[in-house]
């Protein structure tokens, strides 16, 4: 039971070593070498909210204050969950993808969004998927939005309502989603401008086609203009001749963007022969550019075939694209929509879901950071993702005590604190929802 005090200590956490933070301070101790698969064993002291020293476990005589004894419970910072589509969200059963493909899901959403999508509609489901997000434990959340035609304006209203509402429990930012052939039209200067206003990221759906090159040019005018961020969908195909990331990566230094620019999906490249695929994730380390996989939404689109078993998982080359210094991340995407049936906006359930599907283990090293420090870098959030002195005192609590026990088990008992304080983790009921099923 965590106290209701403003200052205690959480005794035997075993911690990431990849998340924790050393104080340039000197308020946190050496901390012992790791105990099992890179995690530390120590006492977090917290106090006002805020992380008030860290020490290894055991090396205090006495404590300052009420201790929680997590018997080695692993902890990690709150969730960042950097590739979500809030407003596709939860409309699975009123349309259901009839044959699971990726040209099915989009004429679904299609007809979905032309038929059902209101403001009050948007606003029940995205709100819907924030309670989930944050009962869960995540901090931070980027959505994309679909954006053609008259969806921005209803989406992108109700997502900056949402904004305001949740600024004290949740990071939240916004991405326009079009594909990049609408950036050489008046729509995206509109689109751009508009992006600005909400403080949001420039985005898009990059597929292959004569003019691509002129249409990522086109976007990164458009981005350096407004000094906007980048955040693009690129090859979410099994075809090794999608090769936007390139295209993408070759832009970047043609124009020497200084912004943030962040890559999603990158399917084909695991599909190229390796020297083409090395080709590639060379340019993105040149560029600097951050990729995130979506391996559930993947794994479920990709290489779908009536009645035939796929061939290959759909994720990208995470390892590959690691091993260059390229920051990788790892996301939900949809949730129970018709490029996903399933999810519930968790980001442990992305972890535990990723490390089977990419092998995100043997060792499993500092991958955590795909869902906490990384993303968080990506979106510009410094302070979040991560474990240290003086940082807020975000955390998620399992019982779990390794990895094993971690990704085997829901962990629906876990204790998520925010700002030193336990929250409601209670999920919003399904039932919250049944206006929207038409």
């Not at 998340?19 to 977090?44: C, F, T």
């Not at 090396?59 to 969730?79: E, H, K, N």
């Not at 600097?288 to 061939?311: E, W």
């Not at 996301?331 to 399933?342: E, M, Q, S, V």
Request: proline share 5%; charged share 20%.
């Amino acid at each position: 039971m965590i106290p209701t005090s403003g200052h205690y200590w959480l005794r035997n956490a075993q911690v990431p070593e990849s998340l924790l933070v050393r104080s340039k301070q000197g308020r946190s101790r050496n901390w012992a070498a790791p105990v099992a698969q890179e995690l530390l064993l120590v006492d977090i002291e917290i106090a006002n909210g805020a992380i008030a020293s860290i020490a290894t476990a055991g090396v205090l005589s006495s404590y300052t204050a009420p201790s929680i004894d997590l018997r080695r419970g692993m902890v990690f910072p709150c969730f960042v969950d950097m590739h979500t589509h809030l407003d596709k969200g939860h409309i699975w059963e009123r349309s259901p993808n009839p044959d699971g493909t990726f040209d099915s899901a989009l004429q679904q959403v299609q007809q979905d969004s032309e038929q059902y999508w209101t403001a009050e509609d948007v606003y029940k489901r995205m709100e819907f998927g924030l309670k989930c997000s944050y009962a869960h434990g995540t901090k931070a959340i980027r959505t994309h939005v679909d954006s053609g035609g008259s969806l921005a304006d209803v989406s992108l209203e109700v997502f900056q309502e949402l904004q305001q509402q949740w600024h004290d429990r949740l990071i939240l930012q916004a991405v326009c989603l079009v594909s990049l052939e609408e950036f050489l039209t008046p729509l995206g200067e509109k689109l751009a401008d508009r992006m600005t206003e909400v403080s949001g990221i420039l985005g898009g759906v990059a597929y292959m086609n004569p003019d691509l090159e002129a249409q990522i040019d086109r976007v990164f005018s458009l981005a350096k203009e407004r000094k906007l961020n980048l955040d693009l969908h690129v090859d979410e195909t099994g075809n090794p001749d999608s090769i936007c990331l390139r295209y993408v990566a070759e832009a970047a230094i043609r124009h020497r963007f200084q912004g943030q620019i962040v890559c999603g999906h990158c399917c084909s490249l695991a599909v190229q022969p390796p020297e083409e695929a090395a080709k590639t994730i060379a340019l993105v380390k040149r560029a600097k550019i951050g990729i995130v996989s979506l391996p559930m939404c993947n794994l479920y689109l990709q290489d779908r075939q009536p009645a035939q078993t796929p061939r290959w998982r759909g994720v990208t080359l995470l390892h590959e694209l690691k091993q260059a210094g390229v920051p990788v991340a790892i996301a939900g995407d949809n949730c129970r929509d018709p490029f996903y049936a399933f999810g519930d906006h968790d980001a442990l359930e992305v972890f535990s879901m990723s490390a089977k599907i990419a092998h995100l283990d043997r060792p499993y090293g500092d991958w955590c950071n795909a869902i906490t420090a990384t993303p968080a870098d990506l979106m510009g959030l410094p302070t979040v993702g991560r474990i240290g002195v003086g940082l807020p005192a975000d955390l998620v609590i399992f019982r779990a005590r390794q990895y094993s026990e971690l990704l085997s088990r829901s962990q629906h008992d876990r204790t998520v604190l925010r700002n030193g304080v336990a929250i409601d983790t209670a999920l919003p009921d399904y039932a919250e929802l049944d206006g929207c099923m038409k």
